[in-house]
Nanobody, 115 residues
């Protein structure tokens, strides 16, 4: 069984920064892709960024240049550094990890960008 624990969400003013973390634990042999998704009220869940085991990254156009995804393979942890936050970044952020044969989601952490 795999558990994902997210942290780092909160309320921030426009232009501010937050860093999200997602730590995986449990029956983990190897984690392939680690990713962040988000879901705003009334909208579908969307991909924000993902990172492969060898460090290759991909970002949604809406966050390119502002968000940075990284991972620590020794700690089975993925991070999302979010800078220059905008009100439209307000959403529940979820981490998602792919372990051979299975996909796991975190419980979500709320990010609110408001003055």
């Amino acid at each position: 069984q795999v558990q994902l624990v997210e942290s780092g969400g909160g309320l921030v003013q426009p232009g501010g920064s937050l860093r999200l973390s997602c730590a995986a634990s449990g029956s983990i042999f190897s984690i392939n892709v680690m990713a962040w998704y988000r879901q705003a009220p009334g909208k579908q869940r969307e991909s924000v960024a993902f990172i492969t085991r060898d460090g290759s990254t991909n970002y949604a156009d809406s966050v390119k240049g502002r968000f940075t995804i990284s991972r620590d393979n020794a700690k089975n942890t993925v991070y999302l550094q979010m800078n220059s936050l905008k009100p439209e970044d307000t959403a529940v952020y979820y981490c998602r990890v792919v372990i051979p044969g299975t996909i796991h989601w975190g419980q979500g952490t709320q990010v609110t960008v408001s003055s």
